[in-house]
């Protein structure tokens, strides 16, 4: 029991004045915080004006919601095939960045942005590096990678999940 409860403990730690480091469970992350300078952050079903800093808890809650809800919101395994993962069976395949915004209603949501973080030993061999996986990395977004990329809002009042965008397929 105990060493259950250590694993699945949720780490932060300092990157830089405006990046926040996160390990839990198998998953690693960043958190932004709200003096994060974004050149364009927009999310399109949240007004993305207003940030805050997500803590140790909110990412806990976050997860919750996401683990608990991901499937049924994924039911249509939207570019998931072949060589694109199912996303709700490998969420710990992911290495994430975490934005607190405040929508228009005032509630507190958190985007979150996948990046696919299991490459295999080929691909180590052949120097193959994302520096998108590293803790100081800014927020990036990516375009096609199927579901190797994509992105979710977790709005915290409604305890749910909006906005599923997987990439497409080039």
């Known amino acids: 029991m105990i060493i259950c409860s250590c694993a699945s403990e949720i780490k932060l730690f300092k990157v830089d004045d405006s990046k ?9 992350g960043t958190v932004f915080n709200k003096s994060y300078h974004f050149s364009d952050f927009f999310v399109s079903d949240v ?26 919101i994924n039911k249509s395994k939207v ?7 199912v996303i709700h069976r490998n969420l710990n395949s992911y290495f994430r960045q975490y934005v607190g915004i405040v929508n228009d209603k005032g509630q507190r949501v ?8 299991k490459y295999g030993l080929l691909d180590r061999l052949k120097g193959f590096a994302d520096r998108r996986l590293d803790h100081d990395s800014d927020y990036t977004v990516v375009f096609d ?26």
């Open 79 to 85: 570019n998931q095939m072949g060589s694109c993962p």
């Open 20 to 28: 926040i480091g996160v390990t839990y469970k198998s998953s690693r």
């Open 47 to 72: 007004d993305s004006s207003t940030l805050w800093t997500p803590k140790k808890e909110d990412i806990k809650l976050a997860e919750d919601i996401l683990r608990s809800t991901i499937k049924a």
């Open 110 to 117: 958190v985007h979150i942005n996948f990046y696919w973080n």
């Open 145 to 170: 990678g199927c579901s190797h990329y994509w992105q979710i809002n977790v709005n915290f009042e409604e305890k749910k999940l909006s906005n599923l965008m997987i990439n497409g397929i080039a």
